[in-house]
């Protein structure tokens, strides 16, 4: 069906288009400075910066639109199972990969 391909690649670019305004965003918030940090390096700062706004309330935030924007496409019929799939995979990842380093670390020591 060429009509469900140009709606997915449609959507595809929106996706694109607003992770990059995303990422802009963010790069663009002030934030605390990193030379103020107590007792760590300032990569350790930096990384903790990041690990923070990954599991914070944007991050948050996004994944309540992705799984709302899931049920609007089950809603209209045109859901697509490796889309939600990977979506639901990417969620579970994001916000469960300090308990899946952890049980790794565990495991191997």
Do not use: C, H, Y
């Not at 694109?16 to 963010?26: N, T, V």
């Not at 089950?74 to 899946?100: N, Y």
């Amino acid at each position: 069906m060429p009509g469900k391909t140009v709606m997915l690649s449609k959507w595809s670019k929106f996706v694109l288009k607003l992770a990059a305004a995303s990422a802009i965003g963010l790069l663009l918030q002030s934030a605390n400075s990193f030379a103020q940090s107590t007792g760590s390096t300032p990569i350790d700062s930096v990384l903790t910066w990041i690990i923070g706004t990954l599991e914070g309330g944007i991050a948050k935030s996004f994944a309540i639109i992705a799984v709302s924007f899931l049920g609007f496409m089950a809603m209209t019929g045109r859901l697509s199972w490796q889309l939600a799939g990977s979506i639901i995979i990417g969620i579970a990842l994001v916000f469960g990969a300090e308990k899946l380093v952890i049980a790794v670390r565990d495991t191997v020591s």
